[in-house]
Structures are given as structure tokens and as C-alpha cells.
């Protein structure tokens, strides 16, 4: 079979990589003629507007998916009219606009920050009068990574805030004082069979997260799954999401969804027996979903602008290397490298010494959360 994937960065790479010993081949869409999937199956270099590169697609394959939510609705619209497409373009809708975002969690029943949109700045500055301050104006497209956002701590960061991020429709967030980012990674299939990974507890420098731990058990884990299986049954999700929360210490508020494989679920691939890239492919396929059980100890951590030496992250036992192929750049993700299969002590160990070959203070041992006012409030 032949699944096509509307984008080919990094989590089109390890979607085909989990593909490949499957028998499955791939087609990707992207504008980038490097893009880092390429080489791994066949490349479109196209926008996702070109009627014809899409009809290609199309017609080239089984089922098609994505690898990030901010593709146009009436694409994915267009493409399911034609060959099976997932997720669906409800999912995607939800995902890919912040406030629509906040109206499905709620709509579920998930509780959520309190939010109020805002498409002008008479209206802005009428929410700030409304939730106070601290509070969080985010863009409601196109935001990521800590992109389109800016903590407003006083009257002089209002001032300033809207005209910075462009006069664009967004939204206000009460900022949220938390004692941790956690989050679940669920799987739907065709048939609606859901399956969920242990919560993972996750770690942010700058907006970015750097750092994923599962704690299989975690007493809020149950609490996180259940929401995540409303979410998903809500929208008629098929595939991989992922819901990202607030632990306050007395609840859960969730914050963001992805309708794809997410970033804080890459430890699956050597930590669970069934990695999250290779079952958001056995969803929307149609196959039998695969465990998502973990097989022990592991721990994940981004590498950002340049790949370190590779003899130096792989002299640490237990460290799986994944190098995306992209140019150094500041900021941007190049890598991750995964801890698994060793004991308790090993991990400890082999994680610090990861932390320091990337250059990463370990956030384990650093009470950045608990009144954080540039963590919180992501």
C-alpha cells in the first residue's frame, strides 16, 4: 500500500521510517525541495495549493495523512473526496486555529484556561480588563515553538503586545500558574479502537520543549487519558493526537492539541512496543492498533541548532541517536535522542550525560514551573 503525507519534515521522516518494514511506500507533498523525508520515499516538491500535484497524489495512493496540522481545510476537503484522508478536516480545523481549539476542549468537557477572542484591539484590551493580568496573547494561527505569543506582566506590555504580533485575530489566556506540563498521546482507528500512552511530563526552554519523561501510573494519568478519549470520539479523530496540559497540583487544564504524532511522543520509538509513528499508520489504515505499553525507562531530548558529535552522544549507554539531515540553524530542531532498554540508574546517568553534550541544564533539578512567568501560560 501507498500512503501519501501532506508535509516531509521530520515527522514525515519517522512516519515512513515506522512504515517501511510494514511493506508500506510513500509519497510526500512539500514546498521544500530538501525537505528531510526526502529520499525515503517519492517527493512532490509542490505548494498545497497546486490542484495538480495534488490530484497527483491523489490518485497515487491508498490513504493520505499529515504531518502538521496548518494545512489549508479546503485541501484536505479536496483530497478526501478522492481517496481516504486522515485525520479529517474537522480534527485539523480544531488544531489549527487556537480558538476553535479552546471551543472543542471545552466542548468535550476538558477544562481549559479562561480565553476570550479577540479581533481587534478595542476588543484586546477589553479582555484585559475582563481576565487581568498576567496573562498570554496568542496569535490563533500559525503559532508554535513559543511563536506568535506574548506575556503581558503590566499595562506596558499591553501597549506594545498587539501591534507586535501584526493586529491579527487571537486570543487572550489567563496565564496559568502551574507546577508542571504533561501530556497524553492517544491513537483512534477506523473503527474507533483507541489505545493511550503513559503520561509524559514534559520540560520547555523558550517555548520549546527540550526534554519528554514518561511516568507510567502518574496519579493524573487517568484523569488526562479520559479527556483525550473525549476529545478524540468528539471530532471523529482518526490517527495519532496529542493533548498537552496544565498540572496545577489541583487539576488538570488542557492548554493545546495536535491532530498528528507529536514531538513528546518520540520516545516510543525505542521505548514502547509499538511506537506512535507506526500506529498512527495501523489507524489509518484500517489495521490492528499495536501496544503502546512502555518497555522500561526512557527519556527524550530534543537537540537544537547543531548536531553535537555523534561519538559523544553514542559512547552514553542506552542513547539512541535520530538526526533529521537539516542545516544548523539556530533554534531550529535538528535531532533528538532517545534513553531506553537500561535500568533506573543507567537512565539517570546516560540522561545527564545526554544533557550536557547538548548543552542543557537538566530541568529535573530546577524548579523552573512554580511561578514562572515566562514558562507559564504557554
Known amino acids: 500500500m501507498r500512503v501519501g503525507v501532506l508535509g516531509a519534515g521530520q515527522l514525515g521522516r519517522m512516519l515512513a521510517l515506522a512504515g517501511l518494514p510494514l511493506g508500506l511506500e510513500f509519497v510526500f507533498l512539500d514546498r521544500a525541495s530538501d525537505a528531510c523525508a526526502r529520499g525515503l520515499g517519492r517527493h512532490l516538491v509542490a505548494d498545497f495549493s497546486d490542484e495538480s500535484a495534488l490530484e497527483e497524489l491523489a490518485r497515487?495512493?491508498?490513504?493520505?495523512?499529515?504531518?502538521?496540522?496548518?494545512?489549508?481545510?479546503?485541501?484536505?476537503?479536496?483530497?478526501a473526496q478522492r481517496t481516504p484522508t486522515f485525520p479529517g478536516e474537522t480534527s485539523l480545523v480544531a488544531a489549527q486555529d487556537r480558538l476553535a481549539e479552546r471551543r472543542a476542549l471545552s466542548d468535550a468537557g476538558i477544562?481549559?484556561?479562561p480565553y476570550l477572542g479577540v479581533?481587534?484591539?478595542?476588543?484586546?484590551?477589553?479582555?484585559?480588563?475582563?481576565?487581568?493580568?498576567?496573562?498570554?496573547?496568542?496569535?490563533r494561527r500559525l503559532g508554535y515553538d513559543g511563536k506568535g505569543m506574548r506575556v503581558l506582566r503590566t499595562q506596558a506590555d499591553v501597549a506594545e503586545a498587539w501591534a507586535t504580533l501584526g493586529g491579527v485575530p487571537s486570543m487572550l489566556d489567563t496565564m496559568?500558574?502551574?507546577?508542571?506540563?504533561?501530556?497524553v498521546i492517544g491513537v483512534r482507528g477506523r473503527d474507533g479502537q483507541t489505545a493511550f500512552y503513559p503520561l509524559v511530563e514534559n520540560y520547555h526552554q523558550d517555548g520549546i520543549l527540550r526534554l519528554s519523561v514518561p511516568r507510567p501510573g502518574d496519579p493524573v494519568e487517568d484523569t488526562a487519558v479520559g479527556h483525550t478519549a473525549r476529545l478524540m470520539d468528539a471530532l471523529g479523530h482518526v490517527g495519532v493526537m496529542a493533548v498537552e496540559f496544565f498540572d496545577d497540583g489541583e487539576r488538570l487544564l488542557a492548554n493545546e492539541l495536535a491532530c498528528r504524532v507529536h514531538n513528546s511522543g518520540h520516545w516510543t520509538i525505542e521505548g514502547a512496543v509499538t511506537s506512535q509513528f507506526e500506529n498512527h499508520l495501523r489507524a489509518i489504515l484500517g489495521l490492528p492498533l499495536g501496544s503502546p505499553a512502555p518497555r522500561g525507562e526512557a527519556a527524550m531530548v530534543n537537540i537544537l541548532g547543531a548536531m553535537p558529535k555523534r561519538e559523544d552522544l553514542l559512547a552514553l549507554p542506552g542513547v539512541h541517536l535520530h538526526d533529521y539531515g537539516k542545516q544548523p540553524r539556530p533554534g531550529r530542531k535538528v535531532g533528538h535522542a532517545t534513553v531506553a532498554g537500561v535500568d533506573a540508574d543507567t537512565m539517570d546517568s546516560s540522561l545527564k550525560g545526554l544533557l550536557a553534550v547538548v548543552g542543557m541544564e537538566d530541568p529535573r533539578r530546577v524548579p523552573v514551573f512554580q511561578g514562572d512567568e515566562d514558562n507559564a501560560g504557554r
Open 60 to 79: 497515487d495512493c491508498d490513504v493520505l495523512t499529515v504531518e502538521f496540522e496548518n494545512v489549508p481545510s479546503l485541501t484536505v476537503r479536496t483530497l
Open 111 to 113: 477544562p481549559v484556561p
Open 119 to 139: 479581533d481587534s484591539e478595542e476588543q484586546f484590551r477589553a479582555a484585559v480588563e475582563e481576565l487581568g493580568l498576567p496573562a498570554v496573547l496568542k496569535t
Open 176 to 183: 496559568v500558574r502551574f507546577v508542571r506540563e504533561v501530556s
